[in-house]
């Protein structure tokens, strides 16, 4: 099946500084992207859409300005965490779908540790 | 997106099957019944779909009711890597390419 794979898996920082996460389909394209958190104990809670080619759609409640989205390729979405706060640290998931199926792929998951 | 009700947590003994039900009583007519599991500290994976009749795959069962409004997911003998969270969700198939909403799911433990 289709494999999306995440970079880093894990990532310790300080806080205030800021944290890249890059998701990448490996063997098929995705206009759309989907960026989702989870903190301990709890569900997969939608944080934004990413978009090929035009800016990423974010849920409410969570600031565009802080966690940046960028869909460079067809291939490709970033995730930065700016300006890093403990209350980030958390488990950040993607998925992309290649178009041709209802199967939903994602991600290994970020696990990501503010200090 | 209609909303689903699962049990928080169930229990089961290796080899044995289980059913894990699920309750979506206000499915709309073009909804499919996704069942997603995550095993820990991993990314959700696929586990199996369907619209209104039974489905089989390689991984389990999908039973659904006649009306629609309830589903169930048979794992017919579980194992130790079967211990994760699964996760009942509906998407319109009118919006394959939208995201998915996670509800709460229902935590299997797998018992030896």
């Known amino acids: 099946g289709a494999v999306v794979s995440q970079h880093p898996s894990r990532v310790i920082c300080k806080s205030g500084t800021s944290v890249k996460i890059e998701c990448r389909s490996l063997d098929f394209q995705a206009t759309t992207m989907f960026w989702y958190r989870q903190f301990p104990k709890q569900s997969l809670m939608l944080m934004a859409t990413?978009?090929?080619?035009?800016?990423?759609?974010?849920e409410q409640g969570v600031e565009k300005d802080k966690f940046l989205i960028n869909h460079a390729s067809l291939t490709l979405s970033t995730l930065t965490v700016t300006s890093a706060h403990p209350e980030d640290s958390s488990f950040y998931i993607c998925s992309a779908n290649p178009g041709e199926t209802y199967e939903e792929y994602f991600g290994p998951g970020t696990r990501l540790t503010v200090t | 997106d209609a909303k689903t009700t699962q049990p928080n947590s169930m229990e089961s003994n290796e080899e044995e099957p289980v059913h894990l039900p699920c309750n979506h009583s206000t499915i709309s007519g073009t909804d499919y019944i996704h069942w997603y599991r995550q095993l820990p500290s991993q990314g959700p994976e696929y586990v199996i779909h369907?619209?209104?009749s039974n489905v089989n795959n390689r991984m389990a069962s999908l039973a659904i009711a006649e009306d629609r409004k309830s589903s169930t997911l048979i794992l017919h003998r579980a194992t130790l890597r079967d211990a994760a969270v699964y996760y009942c969700i509906l998407r319109d198939v009118q919006n394959a390419g939208n995201m998915l909403t996670f509800g709460g799911g229902t935590r299997l433990m797998v018992k030896p």
């Open positions: 990413s978009n090929e080619g035009s800016k990423a759609t974010y």
């Open positions: 369907g619209l209104t």
